[in-house]
């Protein structure tokens, strides 16, 4: 089964920190992806990267970044955490070979910016 | 842009009976369309997925439609139980490596 980790499940910040969640999956795949969600809204992508060291723009990328260089690991960053940043973060991976378009996805980080 | 919708307001149904849940969506023409489980406090899962070419795709106790000239998927679970309950996904794909998703759906079954 494929497994994709979050490093924490709940996390509380102040506004102005610098953030970081970090994801993990065991299946080498090529493909991660960084979502928030929120009520109402569905899952809106902020990145994604395509393979080590690449990255892509989601959606609504403003005020994070990500890093990906290793294969397993993808993190996204919130420089400066703002109380608009309060949400569900959810990492997901996929595979480029066979069965690319499944995304499966870790159990989510619910982040509380005070 | 592209959009997708779902029906905002949670369905309510009696164990044993047949729930419909609907997605629309607008301006693409998807290549595939998918459908994920989502239960309070977790991550997604992936359930089925369906091509364009495909009018029908079935599961055990799931099926889905997709038709493109209406822009619209229709995912039934028939003999629903309580462990059903959960919110249902609408994803479809939109070029590369990117997919957006709906809102989801709130599905109740009450034994």
């Known amino acids: 089964d494929v497994k994709v980790t979050q490093s924490s499940r709940y996390l509380v910040k102040r506004t102005g920190e610098k953030v970081f969640l970090e994801c993990v999956q065991d299946?080498?795949?090529?493909?991660m992806f960084w979502y928030r969600q929120d009520p109402g809204l569905g899952l809106r992508l902020i990145y994604f990267s395509y393979d080590v060291k690449m990255k892509e723009k989601g959606d609504i990328p403003e005020g994070y970044s990500v890093s990906r260089e290793k294969k397993e690991r993808f993190s996204l960053i919130l420089e400066s955490a703002s109380t608009n940043q309060t949400s569900m973060y959810l990492c997901?991976?996929?595979?480029?070979?066979?069965?690319?378009?499944?995304?499966?996805f870790g159990p989510g980080t619910r982040l509380l910016v005070l | 842009s592209q959009k997708i919708e779902q029906n905002s307001e949670a369905l309510n149904i009696q164990e044993g009976k047949t729930a419909t849940l609907t997605c629309n969506y607008t301006n693409y023409s998807p290549a595939y369309l998918q459908w994920y489980r989502q239960d309070p406090g977790r991550g997604p899962v992936f359930l089925l997925l369906?091509?364009?070419?495909?009018k029908e795709k079935r599961k055990e106790r799931l099926k889905v439609t997709f038709d493109t000239t209406l822009k619209q998927s229709l995912f039934h679970i028939t003999a629903s139980q309580p462990a059903d309950s959960a919110t249902y996904l609408c994803a479809l794909e939109t070029g590369g490596f990117k997919t957006i998703f709906g809102a989801g759906t709130r599905l109740f079954v009450k034994a």
């Open positions: 299946m080498d795949h090529e493909n």
């Open positions: 369906i091509r364009e070419n495909e």
């Open positions: 997901a991976s996929s595979s480029s070979s066979g069965g690319r378009e499944t995304q499966y």
